[in-house]
């Protein structure tokens, strides 16, 4: 069986995709919300549907770091074309970091930044945001 290209596939969902995001303000910037998207920018580089090789990042109900990879040559069965992997949490992020970076690596190098700025994005997530608590000033101070 012949596979499509990935050329052909993006002309036909690059205008028209249940995961376009199109705002009137923005300057014209459409988004995506494919889930192997990284950037989430609706270009063909980053676009997990056209691609045969595409990388996706995501955190998991316990908290951990899911990489998803598209494993090329499953056009048939697109429930078995995508490859997840969980890592653990570390005590340090950065093992986090080297592990989304190894696994990148060798598959698509040009992705892989944009794989660990989005792994760190979603552990810094993850943190307790810190309160701050209000000085009082004045009278009030005294009170």
Do not use: C
Not at 67 to 92: M, Q, R, V
């Amino acid at each position: 069986m012949s596979s499509i290209s990935n050329d052909l596939i993006w002309e036909l969902t690059r205008a028209n995709s249940s995961y376009l995001v199109k705002r009137k303000s923005g300057a014209g910037v459409q988004f995506s919300r494919e889930p192997l998207n990284l950037t989430n920018k609706h270009t063909y580089v980053q676009s997990g549907v056209a691609n045969t090789k595409a990388v996706g990042v995501s955190l998991s109900d316990s908290g951990s770091i899911v990489l998803s990879t598209k494993k090329a040559g499953t056009f048939a069965t697109p429930g078995k074309s995508i490859i997840a992997t969980t890592f653990k949490p570390y005590k340090t992020n950065r093992k986090v970091y080297a592990a989304v970076a190894g696994a990148t690596k060798g598959y698509r190098d040009d992705l892989r930044p944009a794989a660990v700025s989005r792994a760190s994005a979603l552990l810094a997530s993850k943190k307790p945001k810190k309160t701050q608590v209000k000085k009082l000033r004045g009278k009030k101070a005294t009170a």
